[in-house]
């Protein structure tokens, strides 16, 4: 069997984001098989623009984006909460990612697998922009693992040094994720 391909995302742009070390954590406690690679370039996909949003007038970085979710064998998204929702870069990566208007290339997360799990400092984790993005992906018609929800609550207390997920209890979710993901993946 040939190893599958996870293409996690982080919805924060900081440098010491909690969402993207939760990738990191994936790539570290992933099954055997399994590599899971962070994409890096959220920072540069412009605003939507659905006059530009057709094969030959997309941007550059939208096109690799594009290619790249169509190439993994699933989307790992780890997804900070601001303002009871997801954070809009996320969301318009995901607006560039999710259309079609030709009829000829096909839909990038039409069908594909995909698991949520998120970070904050608060309380309550990333609950609600989970519930937001799970409700983007209805449309899209993705397969989202429903469980286990990895809701990273007071995160500030879970990582070590250097941004490493050191709770047990969290790393454990994480795997079984991992795992729920590979399987719809493979």
Do not use: C
Not at 46 to 54: C, G, K, N, V
Not at 61 to 84: M, S
């Amino acid at each position: 069997m040939s190893e599958i391909r996870i293409l996690g995302i982080s919805g924060s742009l900081r440098a010491q984001s909690h969402n993207t070390a939760l990738l990191r954590a994936a790539q570290k406690h992933a099954p055997g098989g399994v590599s899971v690679e962070i994409y890096e370039g959220l920072r540069d996909i412009p605003p939507y623009d659905q006059e530009l949003d057709t094969p030959h007038h997309r941007p550059q970085v939208v096109r690799e984006l594009r290619e790249r979710v169509t190439a993994a064998d699933g989307l790992l998204i780890a997804t900070p909460e601001y303002n009871y929702s997801i954070p809009g870069v996320l969301k318009n990566a995901i607006d560039w990612v999710s259309t079609d208007w030709t009829g000829t290339e096909g839909l990038p997360l039409l069908r594909k697998p995909i698991a949520i799990l998120g970070a904050s400092p608060t309380n309550f984790g990333s609950v609600r922009a989970q519930l937001a993005l799970r409700q983007v992906f209805i449309w899209t018609d993705s397969d989202v693992i429903a469980k286990p929800e990895v809701i990273v609550f007071r995160a500030h207390e879970r990582f070590g040094e250097g941004g490493n997920l050191t709770d047990d209890t969290t790393i454990g979710l994480l795997q079984s994720l991992l795992e729920a993901l590979t399987a719809k993946a493979a």
